[in-house]
């Protein structure tokens, strides 16, 4: 598989993703990321419990973008100060530099009946850094003139 880039329009590159070897067995450019958060139940909380009743989001890596965790979470009643880790699964292509971002939007009610509710986004880049000046260097023809063979 082959991911097919431009620098700054002038040189395009073709560059290998996806190529197996002997050791390693497959080796590509696309990772598999856990993007792991964690919901921390406030400790001045109006009541003794509280129940998450949505756990719902988008990320930017997944496909399609949206995700309902609500399943994993409904029906346990967490104690004031109580921590639930929570993972969201993907992959991310390495080959280019990207701003991924996520999403989570969490619903509950404390056992005095007091509905709440929480929105957090979170961004993180990763992937190949965009050509430096380095990069460009070793990216241009020589300018000198071909070397001749001592024979």
Same mark, same amino acid.
């Given at each position: ?25 497959n080796v590509s450019c696309f990772a598999s990321i856990e993007y ?7 400790? !001045?909380?109006?009541?003794?419990? +509280?129940? /998450? #009743?949505?756990? *719902?989001?988008? &990320?930017?890596?997944?496909? @399609? ?45 404390? !056992?005095?009946?007091?509905?709440? +509710?929480? /929105? #957090?986004?979170? *961004?993180?880049? &990763?992937?190949?850094?965009? @050509?430096?000046?380095?990069?460009r260097r070793m990216l241009r023809a020589p300018v000198s003139a071909p070397i001749k063979s001592?024979?």
């Amino acid at each position: 598989m082959f991911s097919e880039s431009s620098i700054e329009g002038h040189i395009r590159i073709i560059s290998a993703v996806l190529w197996v070897n002997e050791e390693q067995g497959n080796v590509s450019c696309f990772a598999s990321i856990e993007y792991d958060f964690m919901i921390v139940i406030p400790v !001045d909380i109006e009541g003794e419990s +509280f129940t /998450i #009743t949505s756990l *719902t989001g988008a &990320a930017s890596w997944l496909d @399609p973008p949206t995700f309902n965790l609500t399943d994993n979470v409904t029906g346990i009643e967490y104690e004031p100060g109580a921590a639930l880790d929570i993972t969201i699964p993907g992959t991310i292509d390495l080959t280019e530099r990207q701003e991924y971002t996520v999403l989570i939007r969490v619903e509950g009610v404390t !056992d005095t009946g007091v509905r709440c +509710f929480g /929105i #957090t986004v979170d *961004t993180f880049v &990763a992937g190949t850094p965009p @050509p430096g000046p380095a990069t460009r260097r070793m990216l241009r023809a020589p300018v000198s003139a071909p070397i001749k063979s001592p024979m």
